[in-house]
């Protein structure tokens, strides 16, 4: 994976909890002092302005032409603006518009600030700076932060193209547009959860089987699967467009992040808000390309940044680990909205989805607010709408869930993928049955006032009477736990608690939304 160099920032007077960035158009010194530099003089500017000067009046395929062979962008990653027409290049397009603005830039970017890590912090931007910041992006004037390598692509190209195009089009339909903001926050755990004794129930959850992006969650807080540096791979001339390159391509504005945010801590979200979707997209990974323009509506959406642990859930400080961080980010004010998630940290992170499944939900439940979940045709946790199901019936807390979770994972049930993508210790890998019979045999042992570890003792002394330990014995040992959960589980079922599809995964079909 690419790791971008920071860009230089500078303590801010204003504040402690952020950094103001070192502009183009400024050096930092070596007492950290800033000097304001001619922009005139910056040699990417003084060819947009002899570009400028000499094909005012050209044609648009010269402009192109000129421009490409300038310098400004580089010779071996522009193949993908060979493809873009008329409307970007012409004497008065979109390309005009964006050297406008540079031209401009340092009456308009008066002190850009970055946030600071571990210190909570909410920078504000109005659409027309995000465009300019990634105005300067495009002709490479951040010299740690260039556009110029996802020129290469024909299909990143169109992405970022058509975001420029857009903003220049709905500034001419609304002035108003341009004023609108967009902003980061950086969000910090502020007091540790009592997990374990946790009294919160569980939120209200809509179930998607269908493959769905979370990005198609209009109405909703969507969670981005994110790296720990936003972005992921970009901008890379070959990067692994997965689902957080996917955000970024059809939300350009979200470039901003890597340029505000420095790399996001162990208990820190991100949560963006204000975001104007502007494209389509098909495939995923190599096959993904753009799909035209997105029209169908013209929702503001905001975006939580959530970077899941390398390597899934293993003990109770990867658990913790995981559980937090979601909180912090599933906390945030919502106003109302439900969080779109899905399978976070389950694929190249390692991230086991029954327990990822668990831990999603329980920090939904602590921050009251309700969970869309994209399955995305996974089979493992089907049974996720009945199993939400039964925990409500049951009025099962968050603080109930967590420890059933925690002793599973004591008990050698582990919720991570080795490096080769196969599951360690496969076969305690528990389902969504075992984690509610886990929990509804402990409600009973309770009931019958028995811990646990006075069951487990009992146990013990039966297998001490019985030397040996034959099979037949523990068949009948194994037979007579599982009745006591059958029993629990039939008495749930008879009252309409919880649905068949609970007594095992994918053994019957299942709505494609299904509203618990």
Not at 137 to 142: G, P, T
Not at 151 to 171: K, P
Not at 213 to 233: C, H, L, M
């Amino acid at each position: 994976m690419m790791v971008p160099t920071m860009l230089q920032s500078i303590k801010s007077p204003q504040s402690p909890t952020v950094r103001r960035i070192v502009l183009p158009w400024e050096s930092l010194e070596e007492d950290e002092s800033v000097k304001t530099l001619d922009w005139e003089a910056n040699p990417l500017v003084r060819k947009l302005r002899f570009w400028h000067q000499e094909h005012k009046k050209s044609s648009w395929k010269v402009r192109r032409d000129s421009i490409l062979s300038s310098g400004v962008f580089h010779e071996h990653y522009s193949e993908g603006l060979m493809s873009v027409g008329e409307k970007f290049f012409a004497p008065n397009g979109v390309l005009q518009r964006m050297v406008d603005e540079v031209f401009g830039a340092p009456s308009i970017l008066t002190g850009v600030l970055m946030t600071v890590p571990k210190e909570e912090a909410t920078i504000t931007l109005s659409k027309n700076q995000v465009f300019v910041i990634l105005s300067l992006c495009a002709f490479n004037f951040f010299e740690n932060y260039r556009f110029n390598s996802m020129f290469a692509s024909e299909s990143m190209t169109s992405c970022l193209i058509n975001y420029y195009c857009r903003y220049v089009a709905d500034t001419k339909k609304d002035s108003t547009y341009s004023t609108t903001w967009v902003s980061v926050e950086r969000r910090v755990l502020q007091q540790k959860v009592d997990w374990a004794n946790s009294t919160h129930l569980f939120p209200p959850l809509k179930f998607v089987v269908k493959k769905t992006g979370i990005e198609d969650f209009r109405e909703s807080y969507q969670v981005n699967f994110a790296d720990r540096y936003p972005g992921g791979t970009l901008p890379s001339p070959q990067p692994d467009i997965v689902q957080e390159e996917i955000l970024f391509m059809v939300y350009p504005e979200l470039f901003v992040v890597p340029i505000l945010v420095p790399p996001i801590e162990a208990e820190e979200s991100i949560v963006v808000r204000g975001l104007t979707r502007v494209n389509k997209y098909k495939g995923y990974q190599t096959s993904f390309r753009y799909d035209g323009n997105f029209t169908s509506d013209k929702q503001l959406n905001s975006i939580i940044f959530m970077d899941a642990r390398h390597g899934g859930i293993r003990d109770e400080p990867s658990l913790l680990r995981d559980l937090n961080k979601a909180y912090v980010g599933f906390s945030c004010e919502t106003y109302g909205k439900a969080i779109a998630t899905g399978h976070w940290g389950c694929g190249a992170f390692g991230g086991d989805k029954i327990l990822k499944a668990c831990v999603q939900l329980m920090a939904a439940g602590e921050s009251d607010v309700p969970l869309d979940y994209a399955n995305y045709g996974a089979v493992e946790i089907l049974d996720f709408p009945s199993f939400h199901k039964g925990l409500l019936a049951e009025g099962v807390t968050v603080g109930e869930l967590y420890k059933c979770v925690l002793a599973l994972l004591e008990n050698d049930y582990s919720g991570s993928i080795d490096k080769n993508g196969k599951r360690l210790k496969k076969e305690l890998v528990p389902s969504l049955t075992d984690i509610f019979e886990v929990i509804l045999a402990k409600r009973l042992l309770l009931r019958r006032g028995m811990s646990v570890d006075s069951a487990k003792e009992k146990a013990r002394e039966a297998r001490r009477q019985n030397p040996g330990g034959s099979q037949n014995s523990r068949s009948h040992s194994q037979s007579g736990r599982r009745d006591i959960a059958d029993r629990v589980v039939r008495r749930s079922m008879s009252s309409g608690n919880l649905a068949r599809a609970s007594r095992g995964a994918g053994k019957e079909p299942v709505e494609k939304q299904a509203q618990g």
